[in-house]
Structure formats: C-alpha cells, structure tokens
T-cell receptor
C-alpha cells in the first residue's frame, strides 16, 4: 500500500531557531516528492519539488533533502519566522498512471513562538 | 499568485440544501481535481477530470458530483447537503503529463459547514 508518513505530528519552536521535518514514503514507482506549506484555511502552496535524481533543493530558508534509496525526505527550515507557522505537507507522486497520482501525508503542524 | 479560484471561501448551509462549489483556473490546464480535507488529516481525492467532458471518481467515495463543460471551470455539486459533508474542499489543476509537475496548483479552498 502506498503511504506517506510524516513526523513529528506537531512542533513548537522559538522564532529564529531551525527545525527539520521528516517524511517517509512507500510509494512505488516513485516519480517525485513535493513539500507544501498550508496556512490555516488556505490551499497548499508548493515549496520544493524533487525527482529521483535530486538529493537537495533549496527555496530561500527552506531546504529539502531526498534519499530515494531509503525513501526518506526532510524539510529543513532555518532562522524560523512567525509566518512559518503552518502545516507542512509531504506529497509523493507515482509514475504508474497517466494521472500521476499524488499521495499526501497528514502534515506537520509547525508553530513558531516569538 | 495562484491562478485558480474557488468560491465561496466559507459556506454555512442547512441540511437538505443543494450547493455548488465553484472552481475556475486561468492557466489552461487540462487536468483538474477536487480534494476533501478534514482538520489535521491528509487530502483525499474525490473527483478528477482529464479535460472537457471527462470526469472520474477519486479514491474517497463522495456523494458529490462534478461537471467539466469548459476547460477552465470544474464545479462540484451536492444535491442534498448533510452534516457529514462538513469539510474543507480544495480544487487543483495541473498541466498534462506526469513529469511536468511544476504546474500543479491548489485553490484556497472552500470551508463547508452543514448545520
């Protein structure tokens, strides 16, 4: 069964600190992995997208890593800001269908305190 | 700024009413999707479309229906709303092809509450 598991479920950090969110997946055959940021009551917004051959990708203070062998990904946020408070969702796409089906994790709820 | 729009953003409606959630995109994407998301839970695909006159049911069974008469428009309808339909509904669209995933864009969602 294709699954995407994220940890921790929730995380509280102080403003300015760094944090790392984890994503493990069993989706096969793998096509790509995306990290989304979802503010409360809003739709997800893409942060990074990585294919099989990419190990690291950065987008400002967000850096995602991918180990396709162990089927693990992480999202590292540096120098956190209050506006980083949101749910961070790991999404994996397979290449076994023309739909390019997406498999969603439940997200990590990040809260940044001043 | 996303070019996919959902209306209304919030809707509170009584049981038994018929409702239509609107979704429009200006990117010319052929593929469109409807997801349902409960608080703290993952998104579940309920409907998708490959293009005009194409509609398919997703992974999660839903009593809602969709139509795709125009490329840019993918409305979702509930003929008789019930409290169990209370949820957030997210619309998305993507470019053709599995690899070109950069074009996968979500709308801001409709928060539906049925009382």
């Amino acid at each position: 069964k294709n699954q995407v598991e994220q940890s921790p479920q929730s995380l509280i950090i102080l403003e300015g600190k760094n944090c790392t969110l984890q994503c493990n997946y069993t989706v096969s055959p793998f096509s790509n992995l995306r990290w989304y940021k979802q503010d409360t009551g809003r739709g997800p917004v893409s942060l990074t997208i990585m294919t099989f051959s990419e190990n690291t990708k950065s987008n400002g203070r967000y850096t995602a890593t991918l180990d396709a062998d162990t089927k693990q990904s992480s999202l590292h946020i540096t120098a956190s800001q209050l506006s980083d408070s949101a749910s961070y969702i790991c999404v994996v796409s397979d290449r076994g269908s023309t739909l390019g089906r997406l498999y969603f994790g439940r997200g990590t709820q990040l809260t940044v305190w001043p | 700024e996303a070019d996919i729009y959902q209306t209304p953003r919030y809707l509170v409606i009584g049981t038994g009413k018929k409702i239509t959630l609107e979704c429009s995109q200006t990117m010319g994407h052929d593929k469109m999707y409807w997801y349902q998301q409960d608080p703290g839970m993952e998104l579940h695909l309920i409907h998708y479309s490959y293009g005009v006159n194409s509609t398919e049911k997703g992974d999660l069974s839903s009593e809602s229906t969709v139509s795709r008469i125009r490329t840019e428009h993918f409305p979702l309808t509930l003929e008789s709303a019930r409290p169990s339909h209370t949820s957030q509904y997210l619309c998305a669209s993507s470019e053709q092809g599995v690899v070109r995933f950069n074009g996968y864009t979500f709308g801001s969602g409709t928060r539906l509450t049925v009382v």
